[in-house]
């Protein structure tokens, strides 16, 4: 192997453990891939700046524009109200409309904000028609990854793929390409579901009872202040509740009034009782230090009680590349910030309840918080915004419709799609289009524009697109592929199309899809190049392929986000993901040739 060659296989071997640890964020991640191989000569500055100016880049980031002004005006939240009564009356006609719906929107919209806005209408639904959440919303994140297989424009994946074509000389993928096995494996998915999803799914009934959810029976108290208490007359950040014990004081009531979220300069007086989160048995071995008396019963948190005085009980997940992700409550200052406390965070199948202010913050966690009710309304448009940090799960925010927005933003989509498809305009200038003519007709603001955009993707996007530029310079593509020859080859083409699907649906259980799609990408160009083929059937396998994961929480990001709002296990993903992904496989095996002669 050359030098250039081993210097690529130590950044793709880097990349696939920073990827599947997650112990960088992936848009660092790909600034490293870029720069790495900038800094060592494999490939020149022109090549690694290529990507952000690349046709895959400029739609996947006017796509987000298109996805916030539908989000924005409400539309797709009015969907909720009439899937309640379908799925009380026949839960697996329920299902399959719901798919369905969720597979449409999904081939033209970005899938993390429709399945992020649809969580908490799919609980409600739930409650509503007496179901689980838990059956509900795995079939939710898995119609959003078959309505993305459909276009190019459904997932930034398909757009990836597309980017790293034109790179080595093939021509931008037409917008619906991809349709033909998108469709039948949008119509056998929800099949699937529809025939075993009530069976495989678990049935965990969620509890009204937020105290038992989320263990908080030993985390919640209140002390009454004594008249020798060394608290009285102190500030709450100068007590050793705050320096010392690091607990939150939730509330404070005084001669009949209520203090809620009381700041830190705020002075304790004598019959003061304090709301505490904290380890109750760890400040009660404080008795007598402190001088106070513990209230005996326990402090409950019921759905019944959501609302109370002038604070709210929320349930907050957080959403995949939220800017909570990867950092503690007080890195973000979640308190100041949101003038709400935290009262334990449910990590996947784990409740932590000590240091939450240092927890370090992942995709799919759910912080139980107290927050202010006067700013639930801040709360909720900002949930309505693409890069919201979280979804509020106990409380659905509604955001009102807007009929005239929604036709011209309906209008401006259908249009974008309709010039791409008769070839009018490439479908990068066709999403730039379509985003001006959203700002023209004052749908959205330019702010809202810069606000839109997941620059995160976007540099994810340009240090793949730089990676899969180097596996072909350095001949590191070609060496893989003479392997994967070397190995397969005597089969034919449709048995080594076959294991390219089957290595990359594997990889992208495990790590980012876009990271897997530009790294088998190159080979299944190199591969088709030396087996003199056309490249399109062994691009599609591979483009299909990185969306399909079914069987962990972690493969996509919607999985995640389901994952705790869902109470999931792991193993859940596995026990109805595992039968999607050998289907799909087979499916694809015997399909993808047809559709896509070789």
């Given at each position: 192997?050359?030098?250039?060659?081993?210097?690529v296989?130590a950044?793709?071997?880097?990349?696939?453990?920073?990827?599947?640890?997650?112990?960088?964020?992936?848009?660092?991640?790909?600034?490293?891939?870029?720069?790495?191989?900038?800094?060592?000569?494999?490939?020149?500055p022109?090549?690694?700046?290529?990507g952000?100016?690349?046709?895959?880049a400029i739609?996947?980031?006017?796509m987000?524009?298109?996805?916030?002004?539908?989000?924005?005006?409400?539309?797709?939240?009015?969907?909720?109200?009439?899937?309640?009564?379908?799925?009380?009356?026949?839960?697996?006609?329920?299902?399959?409309?719901?798919?369905i719906?969720?597979?449409l929107?999904?081939?033209?919209?970005?899938?993390?904000?429709i399945?992020?806005?649809?969580?908490?209408?799919?609980v409600?639904?739930?409650?509503?028609?007496?179901?689980?959440?838990?059956?509900?919303?795995?079939p939710?994140?898995?119609?959003?990854?078959?309505g993305?297989?459909?276009?190019?424009?459904?997932?930034?994946?398909n757009?990836?793929?597309?980017g790293?074509?034109?790179?080595?000389?093939?021509?931008a993928f037409?917008m619906?390409?991809?349709?033909p096995?998108?469709?039948?494996?949008?119509?056998?998915?929800?099949?699937?579901?529809?025939?075993?999803?009530?069976?495989?799914?678990?049935?965990?009934?969620s509890?009204?009872?937020?105290?038992q959810?989320?263990?908080?029976?030993?985390?919640?108290?209140?002390?009454?202040?004594?008249d020798?208490?060394e608290f009285?007359?102190?500030?709450?950040?100068?007590?050793?509740?705050a320096s010392?014990?690091?607990?939150?004081v939730?509330?404070?009531?005084?001669?009949?009034?209520?203090f809620?979220l009381?700041?830190?300069?705020?002075?304790?007086?004598?019959?003061?009782?304090?709301?505490?989160?904290?380890?109750?048995?760890?400040?009660?071995?404080?008795?007598?230090?402190?001088?106070?008396?513990?209230?005996t019963?326990?402090?409950?948190?019921?759905?019944?009680?959501?609302?109370?005085?002038?604070?709210?009980?929320?349930?907050?997940?957080?959403?995949?590349?939220?800017e909570?992700?990867g950092?503690?409550?007080?890195?973000?200052?979640?308190?100041?910030?949101?003038r709400?406390?935290?009262?334990?965070?449910?990590?996947?199948?784990?409740?932590?309840?000590?240091?939450?202010?240092?927890?370090?913050?992942?995709?799919?966690?759910?912080i139980?918080?107290?927050?202010?009710?006067?700013?639930?309304?801040?709360?909720k448009?900002?949930?309505?915004?693409?890069?919201?940090?979280?979804?509020v799960?106990?409380e659905?925010?509604?955001?009102?419709?807007?009929?005239?927005?929604?036709?011209?933003v309906l209008?401006?989509?259908a249009?974008?799609?309709?010039?791409?498809?008769?070839?009018?305009?490439?479908?990068?200038?066709?999403?730039?289009?379509g985003?001006?003519?959203?700002?023209?007709?004052?749908?959205?603001?330019?702010?809202?524009v810069?606000?839109?955009i997941?620059?995160?993707?976007?540099?994810l996007l340009?240090?793949?697109?730089?990676?899969?530029?180097?596996?072909?310079?350095?001949?590191?593509?070609?060496?893989?592929?003479?392997?994967?020859?070397?190995?397969?080859?005597?089969?034919?083409?449709?048995?080594?199309l076959?294991?390219?699907?089957?290595?990359?649906?594997?990889?992208?259980e495990?790590?980012?899809?876009?990271?897997?799609a530009?790294?088998l990408?190159?080979?299944a160009?190199?591969?088709a190049?030396?087996?003199?083929?056309?490249?399109?059937?062994?691009?599609i396998?591979?483009?299909v392929?990185?969306?399909?994961?079914?069987?962990t929480?972690?493969?996509?990001?919607?999985?995640?986000?389901?994952?705790?709002a869902?109470?999931?296990?792991?193993?859940?993903?596995?026990?109805?993901?595992?039968?999607?992904?050998?289907?799909f496989?087979?499916?694809?095996?015997?399909?993808?040739?047809?559709?896509?002669?070789f």
């Open positions: 192997m050359t030098a250039d060659q081993i210097i296989l950044v793709i071997v880097g990349a696939l453990i920073l990827f599947a640890t997650e112990w960088l964020s992936i848009d660092l991640v790909g600034i490293l891939i870029l720069v790495s191989l900038t800094a060592t000569g494999v490939i020149t022109e090549e690694g700046l290529s952000f100016s690349n046709p895959a739609t996947v980031a006017f987000f524009v298109l996805s916030y002004s539908l989000l924005k005006t409400g539309s797709l939240q009015r969907i909720g109200p009439y899937l309640g009564p379908i799925f009380k009356k026949n839960f697996n006609l329920g299902i399959l409309i719901m798919m719906f969720i597979g929107v999904s081939a033209f919209i970005n899938n993390t904000p399945v992020a806005m649809f969580i908490p209408v799919m409600s639904v739930a409650n509503l028609s007496g179901y689980s959440p838990s059956k509900l919303l795995i939710l994140s898995y119609a959003s990854i078959f993305g297989m459909c276009t190019m424009i459904g997932t930034s994946t757009m990836l793929v597309s790293i074509a034109v790179e080595n000389g093939i021509e037409p619906f390409l991809s349709a096995i998108g469709l039948v494996f949008v119509v056998v998915g929800a099949v699937y579901i529809f025939l075993f999803g009530k069976r495989l799914l678990p049935d965990r009934i509890t009204e009872d937020l105290s959810k989320f263990g908080m029976r030993d985390y919640l108290s209140e002390i009454e202040i004594l020798e208490s009285v007359g102190q500030r709450i950040m100068d007590s050793i509740l010392e014990l690091s607990i939150d939730i509330e404070v009531r005084r001669n009949g009034n209520l809620t009381p700041p830190g300069d705020f002075v304790i007086q004598s019959g003061d009782v304090l709301k505490l989160q904290c380890d109750v048995e760890k400040i009660k071995a404080l008795r007598d230090r402190l001088k106070v008396n513990f209230n019963d326990a402090v409950r948190l019921n759905q019944s009680e959501i609302q109370k005085g002038d604070t709210s009980i929320l349930e907050l997940i957080i959403t995949s590349g939220s909570f992700e950092k503690s409550l007080r890195e973000m200052d979640f308190r100041r910030r949101y709400a406390v935290p009262l334990a965070i449910l990590h996947h199948e784990k409740v932590v309840h000590d240091d939450l202010h240092k927890v370090e913050l992942k995709a799919g966690d759910i139980l918080t107290e927050i202010k009710t006067h700013r639930l309304n801040n709360i448009r900002q949930e309505m915004s693409q890069k919201s940090p979280f979804i799960l106990s659905q925010g509604v955001i009102d419709f807007n009929r005239k927005k929604f036709l011209t209008s401006v989509i249009g974008v799609v309709l010039i791409s498809s008769l070839n009018l305009m490439s479908i990068p200038i066709a999403t730039l289009l985003a001006v003519v959203l700002v023209l007709s004052k749908t959205i603001s330019m702010r809202e810069h606000e839109s997941e620059w995160k993707i976007i540099f340009a240090g793949a697109l730089s990676l899969g530029i180097a596996m072909n310079s350095s001949g590191l593509a070609a060496i893989i592929a003479d392997g994967l020859l070397a190995n397969l080859g005597t089969y034919g083409p449709v048995v080594i076959s294991g390219l699907y089957l290595m990359t649906s594997l990889l992208t495990v790590m980012s899809n876009n990271a897997s530009a790294l990408s190159p080979i160009i190199t591969t190049t030396e087996m003199q083929l056309s490249p399109y059937p062994f691009m396998a591979v483009m392929a990185a969306s399909a994961s079914f069987m929480p972690i493969g996509y990001q919607t999985n995640t986000m389901v994952y705790s869902g109470q999931y296990k792991f193993g859940d993903f596995f026990k109805i993901g595992v039968g999607l992904n050998l289907l496989w087979i499916l694809a095996t015997l399909l993808i040739p047809v559709f896509y002669p």
